[in-house]
């Protein structure tokens, strides 16, 4: 039986201005550097009009691209319509939000891609940032040996070396069919002759001001020459991003990680005592790597290997609660929550305990994603009575909320999930002098210092302490399921350690409870990571009896806000066509569909 989506309160709904388009025709490549040409974007993105949250997906014959940027959306679209595959519109969306949505979209960070061909044969990208060279497992204390969580997370110390473009280079240099120079163009062009400032990047930007004024760079980058911020419709250029872009554009990886842009990055470390070299840029490789699958009743879940821990710990909890009645307890019932809670309690204190970068260490990956191995964990689950968590085992670190996920799939079914981020909301908040792109501050997914382990949040366990080259423990978990050989959906989201039960939600969403596409998006969502041991959810979807209840069985329940924004396609089983479910939580995204 479907689900009906939980009523939203007026005020919210009024300001969701999500954009929803179904049909682009482009006729030609080359069309797609029209996507500069002043107006031809900025319709839809300057977003008049605030249409409620949907109900329905939008739907399409052939292709679809769901981004948090509309005009992203588009950029990946009219490379579908012009004969791209789904690789090369999950590129050419990754370069477009790099300029439209800069919070998270980025050339300056790394993340993952999960692919999954029409034949049924899966495979991944990791293209994670790395330590520098000069990394070690002290580098994020003073000079007293104490922890600080300013290096860790604030200072140019936290940047990791940049992934994004050797991944998508990686992606397409395998598996895409455009020609290159076609998918980086758009977003050049974009940055270079500026595109209308969308709602939610006006206020974003507002509310980015002290952070990314601290930086000359990023304060004349993203904020007019008095300092105040672009209002919604008003003009952006990013007239440095454009050139770095253009250098990509013209030169592929080598565009990015030698030269004049590997130059400016060095330079920027040097000016303010960050660690990474040209020789790091250089060095630097996106992989290639076996996707990690697992069944949920008759369905296959595919998802990203460590060094993310989202595959895994989804894996262990959808083990964990297939064993449950889950359609009969009720969506979102009490008995559900708390199942979901102890599944994540579960998993998130194995995520501490064993997993890291697999060039490193190797974590038991096949046991923590077999069967057996989750019955035991459910055998110890009360039926009405939360269990606990302990601080002297492991705790939870820093995790900030800003982060992307995008979906596509193409005309033959190729089907591509992309999470990538810069960690915190505009990384760091420096913008590479002379470059024009925005550092990440993604070494503070490294655990802060070896052994400190305690009760205000850090870890200190070794599969994820800092050493040269290794890449840091991430949470970000592109998502595809299939069913009998067929594509079902692709699914994944932001949050920071919300991602992977943001993720498993949508999923049972609709392969637990077969709700539309657009409703598993929209559905209410919960948060247990261990520790702290907290069970957050959000404002909207629950009743109070039900908080009731599980405040009743010892979980302490917090009332939050938005949790993730998952950006969602599904296939229609009966007629095949694309189902497009931009989550109406970010403001400014769209599905584009052809
Ligand atoms: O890789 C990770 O798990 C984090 N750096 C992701 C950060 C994040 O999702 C913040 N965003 N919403």
Known sequence: MPIAPSPLPRRQVQRHSVQRHSVLTVPALAGLLALSAPGSLDAQAAGAAMPPRPTEAIRARSGMVVSASDI?????????????????????????????????????????????????????????????????????????????????HNSHVSVGVPGTVAGFELAHRKYGKAGWKNLVSPAAALAD????????????????????????????????????????????ILADLGRTLGRIRDGGRDGFYKGTTASLLAAEMRKHGGLITEKDLAEYEAKERAAVRGTFNGYEVISMPPPSSGGVAMIEMLNILEGFPLKEAGHNSPKYVHWLAESMRRAFRDRAMYLGDPDFSKPPIDRLMSKPYANSLRATIAADKASPSSPADVTQGYESDETTHYSVVDKDGLAVSVTYTLEAGYGLGAVVEGAGFLLNNEMGDFNGKPGLTDSTGLIGTAPNIAQPGKRMLSSMTPAIVARDGKLVAVVGSPGGRTIINTVMQVVLNIIAFDMPVQQAVNAGRIHHQWLPNRLTVEREGFEPSTLEALRAMGHDVRVGGQQGTAHSIAIDAKTGERLGAPDPRDRDAGARGN
């Open 72 to 152: 992203a959306s588009q950029v990946g679209s009219q490379v579908l319509a012009s004969g791209g595959n789904a690789i090369d519109a999950a590129i050419a969306t990754g370069f477009a939000l790099a300029v439209t949505y800069p919070t998270a979209g980025n050339i300056g960070g790394g993340g993952f891609m999960v692919v999954r061909f029409p034949n049924g044969r899966t495979t991944t990208i990791d293209f994670r940032e790395r330590a520098p060279g000069a990394s070690s497992p002290t580098m994020f204390t003073d000079s007293t040996g104490t922890y600080s969580s300013r290096i860790h």
């Open 193 to 236: 002759t500026g595109f209308m400032v969308p709602t939610g990047l006006a206020s974003s930007l507002t509310g980015a001001r002290t952070k990314l004024q601290q930086y000359a760079a990023s304060r004349a980058a993203y904020y007019k020459v008095d300092g105040s911020p672009y209002a919604a419709g008003e003009r952006l």
